[in-house]
């Protein structure tokens, strides 16, 4: 398993609306560094140490920081919003949302 012989997870990306790999990452504890690109930026929830413009610099800025920062994250708010119970239910609440308002699906 890849990851968990990693130190750290980058997804540097021009394009991704929400990738399933960075879920994946915070399962496994892993400090990630991922572009701010699509839905990237919302799986995070306004976490800037987490997210990055592709940009060089910005890129070894974030590098820096979690190399200098060596600390524990807590991922399980983030992981518990994207569950797939929640999710469901989510998705349930909306379907509901429009059969009550009256329109059509």
Known sequence: DYY?????????TYQDSFPLVILEAMIHDLPIIASLIGGIPEMFNGLDQFT????????????????????EINYFPILNRFSWENTIQAYNSIINDEKNSNKCL
């Open 4 to 12: 968990s012989k990693a130190d750290l997870f980058i997804h540097i």
């Open 52 to 71: 990055t413009n592709n940009e060089i610099k910005d890129i070894k800025n974030a590098l820096s920081f979690w190399i200098s920062e060596r600390r």
